[in-house]
């Protein structure tokens, strides 16, 4: 009997071992597919293109062309008193080189915050991907229900909000997102 246990545990060790990268990502693929419906983030299906920003770092373009020569784009809102937003911010830096060469770019959106702790905090992360500010903090807020730090929307190459996540995000969950994004495009 205590052979039969050890056997079926060694069998589901040696799924779970020699289950394929790609096998991975079609499950992970699959359970963001199942859940279409149930993303109840008030901003998904809204257009964020036309939104009045000002550049902050790295802002050689605008937002919106940015997001129109992008199949994704990723949009972190994020705070430098936030201290998930400080765990998350190497992971999109990492994100934003591994990702240069390929259509989706990632770009933050820095809210509720004085402009010296902002500069700070892009300094010591050493922040390369774009950052701007809403021109209507205020309003644009409200419009997109931001109001937990940090916040990530995933948004197509015509400027929709197709998935937002509350939350600190790291790669696998970005790459998740992103994959889900070109397949619903």
């Known amino acids: 009997m205590l052979t039969v246990f050890f056997f079926f545990v060694g069998a589901g060790i040696a799924a779970v071992v020699n289950m394929s990268e790609e096998g991975l990502k079609e499950q992970s693929l699959q359970t ?7 993303d109840n983030h008030h901003a998904v299906g809204m257009n964020i293109l036309g939104e009045p920003m000002t550049g902050i770092r790295n802002d050689g373009t605008s937002l919106e062309s940015i997001i129109q ?3 994704v784009t990723v949009i972190n809102f994020f705070a430098s008193w936030c201290d998930p937003c400080r765990r998350e911010t190497p992971e999109l830096n990492a994100f934003h080189e591994e990702k240069k060469d390929e259509p989706v770019a990632i770009v933050g959106i820095n809210v509720d915050d ?3 702790n902002r500069d700070a905090f892009l300094e010591e992360f050493e922040v390369a991907y774009p950052v701007f500010e809403f021109s209507d903090e205020k309003a644009a807020i409200e419009a997109y229900n931001i109001h937990l730090m ?20 790291e ?15």
Not at 150 to 169: L, N, S
Not at 171 to 185: A, C, D, F, P, W
């Open 32 to 38: 963001l597919q199942d859940s279409e419906g149930r």
């Open 150 to 169: 940090p916040t990530t929307f995933f948004v197509d190459g015509e400027g929709e909000v197709i998935r937002a996540y509350v939350g600190e995000v």
């Open 69 to 71: 020569s992008n199949e």
């Open 114 to 116: 004085k402009a010296a």
């Open 171 to 185: 790669q696998g969950l970005i790459n998740n997102y992103t994959n889900y994004v070109k397949e619903e495009s």
